[in-house]
């Protein structure tokens, strides 16, 4: 749980509290040792442990009071934009106060941990107060691809700037943020490539589905590269891309989860059956294909099966030697490891006693 937020308890008292603080964001609670028992990690020394907490960059929750966490850590603050989250809860849980790293998930954390207390996270970020929402913590399926840019925005924000929003994304409706089709800071949110800057956040949504094909043992260099010219040619982002999706004869192909590790998402995999369902969307249909393997198109049947009814194919089929890719875009960020059906893992628990010879 190296990146789980720590829950660090000091006293018996506020173990409770604890357990329900660690339950809302999956934490891990650290106990000190002579004070506090049966804590899955405890530690002998406050100030050394906390350090170390925030020298590793683990969000650290205190269940104390926020002095003790100030006068740990005040060496150690150097620079804001690598600090890892740091709460302050009060033992009975009646107050939760983000100090360090509230747009770095801080102010995230406290309000999860807030709501699972039944109290108001003392949230004191301008923007997060003056709009009532958080500019840097986009929820799950969107990501903010400049951030460097949003303290020069929020001040003009705060300034009263108003915004001009090119693209769709309904939680940016649910704030108090100045609209106006006339303003001058610009939010953008799409699939493409785009410069941004201190006038400009652009945000990705999560929205495209990489449809892939190949022949057995294709090296996964060549996927990477077809897949890559695709997206380049496409003006497509790769924070964009929220699965790659095969026929299920595929699970086990290198080159297909090399390309998913490439990219940092899911590999997801349908029956033949389920593509053939999609042949009236195919571009490309091919009989040849058909006959191989019983669906019209592995690529371009993949990645629109991933992306639903309402989803669309951007990239029609293309090849190279040995694989095929296509790439779709659904109208909403997909929940990736809800599509189709993932790679299966072996564990081998042990084999018992026996000869070791046959």
């Given at each position: 749980?190296?990146?789980?937020?720590?829950?660090?308890?000091?006293?018996?008292?506020?173990?409770?509290?604890?357990?329900?603080?660690?339950?809302?964001?999956?934490?891990?609670?650290?106990?000190?040792?002579?004070?506090?028992?049966?804590?899955?990690?405890?530690?002998?020394?406050?100030?050394?442990?906390?350090?170390?907490?925030?020298?590793?960059?683990?969000?650290?929750?205190?269940?104390?009071?926020?002095?003790?966490?100030?006068?740990?850590?005040?060496?150690?603050?150097?620079?804001?934009?690598?600090?890892?989250?740091?709460?302050?809860?009060?033992?009975?849980?009646?107050?939760?106060i983000p100090l360090l790293?509230?747009?770095?998930?801080?102010?995230?954390?406290?309000?999860?941990?807030?709501?699972?207390?039944?109290?108001?996270?003392?949230?004191?970020?301008?923007?997060?107060?003056?709009?009532?929402?958080?500019?840097?913590?986009?929820?799950?399926?969107?990501?903010?691809?400049?951030?460097?840019?949003?303290?020069?925005?929020?001040?003009?924000?705060?300034?009263?700037?108003?915004?001009?929003?090119?693209?769709?994304?309904?939680?940016?409706?649910?704030?108090?943020?100045?609209?106006?089709?006339?303003?001058?800071?610009?939010?953008?949110?799409?699939?493409?490539?785009?410069?941004?800057?201190?006038?400009?956040?652009?945000?990705?949504?999560?929205?495209?589905?990489?449809?892939?094909?190949?022949?057995?043992?294709?090296?996964?260099?060549?996927?990477?590269?077809?897949?890559?010219?695709?997206?380049?040619?496409?003006?497509?982002?790769?924070?964009?891309?929220?699965?790659?999706?095969?026929?299920?004869?595929?699970?086990?192909?290198?080159?297909?989860?090399?390309?998913?590790?490439?990219?940092?998402?899911?590999?997801?995999?349908?029956?033949?059956?389920?593509?053939?369902?999609?042949?009236?969307?195919?571009?490309?249909?091919?009989?040849?294909?058909?006959?191989?393997?019983?669906?019209?198109?592995?690529?371009?049947?993949?990645?629109?099966?991933?992306?639903?009814?309402?989803?669309?194919?951007?990239?029609?089929?293309?090849?190279?030697?040995?694989?095929?890719?296509?790439?779709?875009?659904?109208?909403?960020?997909?929940?990736?490891?809800?599509?189709?059906?993932?790679r299966g893992r072996l564990?081998?628990v042990g084999i018992g006693?026996?000869?070791?010879?046959?």
């Amino acid at each position: 749980m190296k990146d789980a937020p720590a829950i660090v308890v000091l006293t018996a008292g506020a173990l409770a509290t604890a357990q329900r603080a660690a339950a809302a964001v999956d934490g891990e609670i650290h106990g000190l040792a002579r004070r506090v028992d049966g804590a899955p990690v405890s530690f002998e020394r406050v100030a050394p442990h906390l350090q170390q907490l925030f020298r590793d960059g683990r969000p650290i929750v205190g269940l104390c009071a926020a002095g003790v966490l100030i006068r740990a850590l005040a060496a150690d603050l150097s620079d804001k934009t690598n600090e890892p989250p740091v709460l302050a809860v009060a033992e009975d849980g009646s107050a939760v106060i983000p100090l360090l790293g509230g747009h770095h998930g801080g102010n995230r954390l406290a309000r999860r941990i807030a709501a699972a207390l039944g109290v108001e996270a003392a949230i004191t970020t301008a923007s997060d107060l003056r709009f009532d929402i958080a500019l840097d913590e986009p929820p799950d399926g969107y990501t903010l691809v400049n951030p460097e840019d949003l303290k020069d925005f929020t001040a003009k924000l705060l300034a009263g700037g108003r915004v001009r929003l090119v693209g769709r994304a309904p939680w940016l409706y649910d704030g108090g943020l100045p609209l106006d089709d006339e303003g001058t800071l610009t939010i953008g949110v799409d699939e493409q490539v785009a410069a941004a800057g201190p006038d400009t956040l652009h945000y990705h949504p999560r929205t495209l589905a990489v449809g892939v094909g190949c022949e057995r043992g294709a090296e996964p260099s060549e996927v990477l590269d077809l897949v890559g010219s695709c997206l380049d040619d496409a003006g497509l982002d790769r924070s964009a891309v929220a699965l790659v999706t095969s026929l299920d004869l595929k699970m086990d192909e290198p080159a297909v989860n090399a390309l998913a590790a490439g990219l940092g998402v899911p590999s997801r995999f349908f029956p033949a059956a389920r593509l053939e369902d999609e042949t009236p969307r195919l571009a490309n249909p091919s009989e040849l294909v058909f006959r191989e393997v019983g669906c019209h198109g592995v690529a371009e049947g993949a990645a629109l099966a991933a992306v639903g009814e309402g989803g669309q194919l951007l990239v029609a089929k293309r090849k190279s030697a040995r694989a095929t890719c296509a790439i779709a875009r659904a109208p909403a960020p997909l929940a990736a490891t809800e599509i189709g059906i993932g790679r299966g893992r072996l564990a081998v628990v042990g084999i018992g006693p026996g000869r070791t010879d046959w």
